[in-house]
DNA sequence: TAGATTGTTAATCGATTAACAATC
DNA sequence: TAGATTGTTAATCGATTAACAATC
């Protein structure tokens, strides 16, 4: 049984068969598989072939058989995914088993709406401490003066950055110092990574908006 | 010159010329273009050639100019771009200048952070009324139950939905029936249109998230 | 075993890049 | 005019789809 073998070994992509790395367009839809799969746990659906899935997902079974062929063999000929086990090694390959722990730098709407989207409320990633002037009710809140000396024992690898525009770049060579790897800059300032070992997510809030409002207007026309 | 004539007209595409339609990929990069314009105009830079764009960007200076050309001749041999002009084009290909107001049905962190955002703060889209129980400071609030009643009167174009999963479907019918043609979705339900001339933008808010922690993996497996 | 469905290879399609004539 | 830079066409590259042998 292939899929026993692969169970354990935290990362076990290239074990032996060389694999296609994966494109940017397989990884961006990672996220949604993940969603999807999350779904069918929930309707208590156990087993899916790739064309079942495909057709909920309005994509075709060869990509999604594609994409998952980048990681590893996750299903079996004739039977299709066991989808727990998809589910869980999707959750591996995006890295949600690595025991992210979070700090929010800037407290804001942005801050608290992402501390309650799946990805924290499954305690896939854990917040740790809020550096800002006012705090929620459940974390501990840190005065952002302070953060020089309290990251480090904090043990966090992921900053969630919510400050004025004007400190974000100041901030986040502070962040690189202390060890942070990964950030995710809510901000509107456009930051250059402080050294290479970090990486750098910003975030778009209107995006989704301005692309509703091109559909909008572009549906318009073809009537 | 080529430019002037284009001014009048608030859809000019495809006047003469054949455009190639812009694929989904262009597309997915006009709001990355609105806000590096912004910028330049922030930064008081009125014209710019598709070359330098290109480096500040990050891209090519030949998909700067195909993805441009989808939409017009904004550009002009020997000088480049006049940014202001660009920024105001791409505005209206957005469809930021389409006068477009919004509702909000349900009011949460997702939805206060929208209304910070630069689409709103900047005037491009007109936030009109808030449908939930907790009022924000400066919008007229009226129940959920009033939506059939109240929305017609707003002319509204464009709804934000930020209710419980288990109600979004239905509060979508009334939506579509009310009039309104572009919905942004910030709940976890899965929505389906419920007639042909509405647009649906779901929004997944984690999902710079879990690409984030995909790239620490990944980086951390390259090293 | 027979039916189903995978992982993969080859073929198609689309998007990006390079190059250049047109022209400001 | 000469230099610069566009819009566009052709060449390259990458991603998606189709097809099928392998196999559960």
Redesign the interface.
């Known amino acids: 049984m292939k899929r026993i073998d692969q169970v354990e070994g935290t990362?076990d992509r290239d074990k032996e068969k060389k694999r296609a790395t994966p494109s940017d367009a397989t990884?961006?839809r990672?996220?949604?598989y993940?969603?999807y799969l999350s779904?069918l746990l929930d309707d208590g659906i156990l087993r899916i072939s790739s064309s079942r899935l495909a057709t909920r997902m309005g994509v075709t079974a060869s990509q999604i058989r594609q994409d998952f062929s980048c990681f590893g063999d996750f299903g079996q000929q004739g039977y299709g995914y066991n989808v727990r086990y998809l589910y869980n090694k999707i959750s591996r390959?995006?890295?949600?088993k690595?025991g992210?722990r979070a700090v929010f730098i800037g407290w804001?709407?942005?801050a608290?709406?992402?501390l309650?989207?799946?990805?924290?409320a499954n305690g896939d990633?854990t917040p740790v401490a809020v550096f800002a002037e006012v705090s929620p009710r459940d974390l501990p809140c840190y005065p952002l003066q302070d953060l020089r000396e309290v990251l480090p024992r904090l043990d966090a690898?992921?900053a969630v950055l919510n400050t004025a525009p004007a400190s974000a770049q100041d901030v986040l060579s502070v962040l690189a110092d202390c060890g942070i790897?990964?950030?995710?800059n809510y901000t509107?300032a456009?930051l250059t990574t402080p050294n290479t070992?970090m990486?750098i997510?910003?975030?778009?809030?209107?995006?989704?908006?301005?692309?509703?409002?091109?559909?909008?207007?572009s549906?318009a026309?073809e009537?």
């Open positions: 990362f990884v961006r990672l996220p949604r993940y969603r779904r390959i995006l890295g949600m690595d992210h804001n709407d942005s608290h709406a992402l309650s989207s799946p990805t924290f990633i690898t992921i790897r990964g950030v995710l509107t456009h070992g990486t997510q910003n975030v778009y809030l209107d995006d989704p908006c301005l692309l509703l409002c091109y559909q909008m207007g549906r026309c009537d």
